[in-house]
């Protein structure tokens, strides 16, 4: 039996995060095929980096490749992101995220249990 690794877990939360913002199939600025899972808030915020009110499914170009991009204009983005998503937007403004926590196994398990139950129920 494989033993769990805090990267294996991690990992597999990447994947199925990914997976359910890709569900919705379009670019939520364009409209065009969406391709790419945007953190609002960087992966680095281990508090949001699986929460699915910080993802936006977004096009090549609007994610990385436009004038106007979520990474080449992050503050377009962002007032794009405050006026179009304004419950998620208020959501993040949450001070606790900035919060630091150890995060054990036990932690990116329940995590992924509970991305599991919602591709689930959004497939």
């Not at 670019?27 to 910080?54: F, S, T």
């Not at 977004?58 to 106007?68: A, D, E, P, V, W």
Request: a positive charge; charged letters at 30%.
């Amino acid at each position: 039996m494989k033993t769990k690794s805090k990267k294996n877990l991690k990992n597999k939360c990447d994947d199925l995060w990914k997976k359910i913002i890709h569900l919705k199939g379009y670019c939520e600025i364009c409209n065009k095929p969406g391709q790419n899972a945007h953190h609002v808030i960087g992966r680095i915020n281990y508090n949001l980096r699986w929460d699915l009110k910080n993802g936006c499914l977004l096009c090549t170009s609007c994610h990385k490749f436009s004038r106007n991009s979520a990474h080449n204009n992050p503050i377009y983005f962002i007032n794009w992101f405050r006026v179009h998503r304004p419950e998620d937007y208020e959501y993040l403004q949450n001070p606790e995220f900035n919060k630091f926590k150890t995060w054990y196994i036990s932690d990116y398990e329940e995590i992924y249990q509970n991305l599991k139950e919602e591709y689930e129920k959004r497939k």
